[in-house]
C-alpha cells in the first residue's frame, strides 16, 4: 500500500532533549516536506527536500533540523525542542511533476513541557 | 500563488450534495485549483484538482468558473465520513509546497 508513514505518533519530552521524528515513503517519491499545524495558524511548511541531499527552508524552520540521505526518508530533527514546538507535525511526499497531489503521513502529536 | 477565500463552515444532509465554494479572484494563468480535505486531525487528503475544465473523479466533481476566478467543489452524496475541514488552495508552478488557509469545515448531518 502507498503510503507515508511517521513515528512516533505521540511524544511527550521535557525542553532541551533532543529528538527526532522519522518519515518515510514507499512510493519513491523525489518531494518531501514536513508541515506543522497550530489551532489558528492553519498548517505551515518546516521544511522541504527536492532530492537527496537537496533540502531548503520552508516558512518556518527555526528551532528544526532535517536530512535526506536516502529517498525514502527525511527524518525531522528539534535539537533543543521547546514548549513553542507543541504541535502537530505532517509529514508529505510527491513525485516532481508540478501538478500531482502530495500524500501526508498520519501526524505525529508533539507536547514539549 | 493566488490566496483563496472560502466559507468558515456549512453543513448539508446526508445523502444530499455538498457544494463547497471557494473564490480566487487572483489565479493566474498557469496555476491549478487543489481541494484536500482534513478529518479530524489526520493528515490532509488529496480530493481532486484542475486548471480550467471541470473535472471528476471517484470522491468529487470540481466545477471551474469560465473566468476561473472561483470553483465549486461537488460530493454528490455526502456521508457521515465526509464531516471535514475542506481546503481549496491554488498552486502553479513557482513551488511545490501547498498554502493551505483555514478551509470550509463541513459538518454533514444524519
Known amino acids: 500500500e502507498a503510503q507515508v508513514t511517521q513515528n512516533p505518533r505521540y511524544l511527550i519530552t521535557v525542553t532541551g532533549k533532543k529528538l527526532t521524528v522519522t518519515c518515510s515513503q514507499n512510493?519513491?517519491?523525489?518531494?518531501m516536506s514536513w508541515y506543522r499545524q497550530d489551532p489558528g495558524l492553519g498548517l505551515r511548511q518546516i521544511y522541504y527536500?527536492?532530492?537527496?541531499?537537496?533540502?531548503d527552508k520552508g516558512d518556518v524552520p527555526e528551532g528544526y533540523k532535517v536530512s535526506r540521505k536516502e529517498k525514502r526518508n527525511f527524518p525531522l530533527i528539534l535539537e533543543s525542542p521547546s514548549p513553542n514546538q507543541t504541535s502537530l507535525y505532517f509529514c508529505?511526499?510527491?513525485?516532481?511533476?508540478?501538478?500531482?497531489?502530495?500524500?501526508f503521513g498520519p501526524g505525529t502529536r508533539l507536547t514539549v513541557l | 500563488d493566488a490566496k483563496t477565500t472560502q466559507p468558515t463552515s456549512m453543513d448539508c444532509a446526508e445523502g444530499r450534495a455538498a457544494n463547497l465554494p471557494c473564490n480566487h479572484s487572483?489565479?493566474?494563468?498557469?496555476?491549478?485549483v487543489y481541494w484536500y480535505r482534513q478529518i479530524h486531525s489526520q493528515g490532509p487528503q488529496y480530493i481532486i484538482h484542475?486548471?480550467?475544465n471541470n473535472e471528476t473523479n471517484e470522491m468529487a466533481s470540481l466545477i471551474i468558473t469560465e473566468d476561473r476566478k472561483s470553483s465549486t467543489l461537488i460530493l454528490p452524496h455526502a456521508t457521515l465520513r465526509d464531516t471535514a475541514v475542506y481546503y481549496c488552495i491554488v498552486r502553479g508552478d513557482s513551488s511545490y509546497k501547498l498554502i493551505f488557509g483555514s478551509g470550509t469545515r463541513l459538518l454533514v448531518r444524519p
Open positions: 512510493m519513491n517519491h523525489e518531494y
Open positions: 527536500s527536492m532530492n537527496v541531499e537537496v533540502t
Open positions: 508529505a511526499s510527491m513525485r516532481t511533476s508540478l501538478y500531482n497531489e502530495q500524500f
Open positions: 484542475g486548471l480550467k
Open positions: 487572483t489565479i493566474s494563468g498557469n496555476e491549478y
